[in-house]
């Protein structure tokens, strides 16, 4: 599986759904940095947004953790589950730890979207440990991904499912974000809490956990739920 | 004012010391024997994650050691080396070193911390010296005035109480930072050749009260030792040919590590910092001075794998490995990657990243982004520089 990059034009044709709710909150062809950018309405609006949802800690813990993650632990009858909200992103974040060992550690992570109630689901199996061999620094150690499910798909079917009925329930008329927006590249788009040029459509939704390289194995439907998005 | 004042309690606490404290005498007997600790042994001894593992503590860990900086130092009178790694502990501006030593076949490890007076000149060294074990714990204490060993801190009993006239911050607290725990009654050395920080006793580090002596010394302050012979002048190594090739070398005005502690705030589930000044700079014999400087960085750590409490000794960490990182990325290019200051920004950031989130035990998920003023909502805090 390998990146696309697409155009503005060739996203908003493709998906004029969500090219309408990026577009409206990040000003494409901008550079992050520039004055433009940041006095752009959408980047005000989106700021507000997570002033008001995130960096206001009463709401924040209020409608998130006590309003939805308490709820889902109750829900699953599950105590491994916890907030993960990276900051100042655009979205309200958790992750379910299901198993770990010395090395590995296999985690149910969801997100969900302030832009336009969109969310995702993705089970990940980490590796704690993972060298892997630099073009020019050599050897490093990091915490590597090996798979990632990207639908209700085999061993978690049901846990998958019940994150996803349980969000919603919680969230009316949201929407599943696939993981093939993962690996779509919008030439041009920048977002405040990333240094990547060409940031993938999921990537100014989300502030996720894993990232994609050739070394992961993708499991499940990468294209799940894709047509709500049409 | 406020310094002129604390020098002048300084001055008057040292004066009273020096003649009415009790008198110790540094002596030297027989020797234990001693052997170097391979860059193997420390390395399999401590890594990032299971430095705690050697601590006797379950708690928070003490100190991180940064094992991309392990070296050899020499030791007087020996062939033998002792093996250094630059440690961040929970303290600000403290300098720390975990030393190893194998004594009677047994690897022994201490944090050696400095702390510099303020207002203490850069060509002699006045300030205080702190032996502990790994968790923190009291082995040894000094002051050292003028590079010479003047007085040593008893291990503290309950009964005695920190200095209050010295590290008082205030009416509400009586020690700050390392100083609590550490100082008990200050004892006045009086050596018949006073010891001198260049020559610091290794039993004192290791052998404090307990069996054995050993008849050597280590300077804390050369850095000099085993690592430099390269045998090619400074600023050059060996290439796999055994031609002298020029490097770029950290730059002695600028050590490019860490050692404070950053306002961190959580917002969501994650710690958020500004953190402004930091910037890298190195030294080639031919190109000269390199040095480039971030905006202020808003640094971003999900809080799931690693708590607030942590978020400072890491950054330290992480940027103590990527300044390395940087170095080694800019001798391996040389010809090849010209090193402007927006090419190494982005390096810097995307190095910085990669490690702020191996150590924040994730994938990815931290960010670290230069923007003007920081990222709102956030104070700024200075970076702070090894000493």
Same mark, same amino acid.
């Given at each position: 599986m390998k990146y696309k990059i697409i155009t503005n034009n060739e996203f908003l044709e493709s998906f004029p759904e969500i090219h309408y709710f990026i577009n409206k909150h990040y000003p494409i062809g901008l550079k992050k940095d520039s004055e433009k950018y940041n006095t752009y309405s959408g980047i005000k609006k989106l700021n507000k947004k997570i002033y008001d949802n995130i960096v206001n800690s009463n709401i924040h813990d209020e409608k998130w953790i006590n309003g939805f993650i308490d709820k889902l632990k109750s829900k699953l009858d599950m105590d491994n589950i916890f907030s993960t909200t990276a900051g100042l992103v655009p979205n309200l974040s958790g992750v379910i730890k299901i198993k770990e060992t010395l090395n590995n550690v296999t985690e149910l992570h969801f997100h969900k979207s302030l832009i336009n109630n969109y969310f995702t689901i993705e089970i990940l199996e980490i590796d704690k440990f993972k060298e892997i061999t630099h073009p020019i620094l050599g050897k490093k150690m990091t915490i590597g991904i090996s798979s990632i499910t990207t639908s209700p798909f085999g061993e978690y079917e049901d846990l998958f499912l019940k994150v996803y009925n349980s969000i919603n329930e919680q969230f009316n008329e949201s929407k599943f974000i696939p993981y093939i927006f993962d690996l779509i590249r919008i030439k041009g788009l920048e977002v405040p809490y990333k240094n990547d040029l060409d940031v993938t459509i999921s990537g100014a939704l989300f502030q996720k956990y894993s990232t994609y390289d050739n070394s992961v194995s993708l499991i499940g439907d990468i294209n799940y739920k894709i047509d709500q998005l049409k | 004012m406020k310094q002129t004042f604390l020098k002048t309690i300084l001055l008057l606490f040292i004066t009273i010391v020096f003649t009415n404290c009790a008198k110790e005498e540094i002596t030297i007997e027989q020797q234990s024997s001693i052997e170097t600790v391979s860059i193997t042994e420390a390395q399999n001894l401590f890594n990032i994650d299971e430095f705690s593992k050697n601590s006797k503590s379950k708690n928070e860990t003490y100190a991180i050691a940064n094992l991309d900086f392990i070296s050899h130092e020499e030791i007087d009178n020996s062939n033998e080396s002792l093996t250094i790694i630059p440690a961040y502990t929970t303290y600000s501006n403290l300098y720390s070193r975990i030393l190893l030593l194998k004594i009677e076949g047994t690897i022994e490890s201490v944090i050696f911390s400095m702390v510099r007076d303020e207002g203490s000149n850069s060509e002699q060294f006045s300030g205080k010296l702190y032996i502990t074990d790994l968790d923190g714990n009291y082995i040894n204490a000094f002051r050292v005035v003028d590079d010479i060993l003047v007085s040593r801190f008893l291990k503290p009993t309950d009964e005695s109480k920190p200095s209050k006239s010295i590290f008082s911050k205030g009416d509400e607290e009586e020690c700050w930072g390392i100083a609590c725990g550490m100082e008990g009654e200050e004892v006045v050395i009086t050596a018949s050749n006073p010891g001198t920080i260049? &020559?610091?006793?290794?039993?004192?580090?290791?052998?404090?009260?307990?069996?054995?002596?050993?008849?050597?010394?280590?300077?804390?302050? =050369?850095?000099?030792?085993?690592?430099?012979?390269?045998?090619?002048?400074?600023? &050059?190594?060996?290439?796999?040919?055994?031609?002298?090739?020029?490097?770029?070398?950290?730059?002695?005005?600028?050590?490019?590590?860490?050692?404070?502690?950053?306002?961190?705030?959580?917002?969501?589930?994650?710690?958020?910092?500004?953190?402004?000044?930091?910037?890298?700079?190195?030294?080639?014999?031919?190109?000269?001075?390199?040095?480039?400087?971030?905006?202020?960085?808003?640094?971003?750590?999900?809080?799931?794998?690693?708590?607030?409490?942590?978020?400072?000794?890491?950054?330290?960490?992480?940027?103590?490995?990527?300044?390395?990182?940087?170095?080694?990325?800019?001798?391996?290019?040389?010809?090849?990657?010209?090193?402007?200051?927006? *090419?190494?920004?982005?390096?810097?950031?995307?190095?910085?990243?990669?490690?702020?989130?191996?150590?924040?035990?994730?994938?990815?998920?931290?960010?670290?982004?230069?923007?003007? &003023?920081?990222?709102?909502?956030?104070?700024? =805090?200075? *970076?702070?520089?090894?000493?």
């Open positions: - | 260049h &020559y610091i006793p290794l039993e004192i580090l290791y052998l404090n009260g307990g069996g054995g002596n050993i008849n050597n010394t280590w300077s804390p302050i =050369s850095g000099g030792g085993s690592t430099g012979s390269t045998g090619c002048s400074e600023g &050059y190594v060996k290439d796999s040919s055994g031609n002298c090739v020029s490097i770029y070398t950290e730059d002695d005005q600028n050590k490019n590590q860490l050692c404070g502690t950053y306002s961190f705030k959580t917002i969501g589930s994650a710690s958020v910092a500004n953190i402004s000044g930091l910037g890298f700079s190195a030294q080639h014999p031919t190109e000269g001075k390199l040095a480039v400087q971030l905006s202020t960085l808003c640094v971003t750590i999900p809080n799931y794998n690693l708590p607030l409490s942590q978020s400072s000794v890491k950054f330290n960490v992480a940027w103590g490995l990527t300044m390395n990182e940087v170095l080694v990325y800019l001798n391996n290019t040389q010809g090849i990657f010209n090193p402007t200051p927006t *090419a190494l920004r982005t390096l810097i950031l995307g190095l910085l990243t990669t490690n702020l989130n191996l150590l924040a035990g994730i994938n990815t998920g931290v960010s670290a982004i230069a923007i003007p &003023y920081g990222c709102p909502g956030v104070s700024i =805090s200075p *970076a702070i520089y090894c000493p």
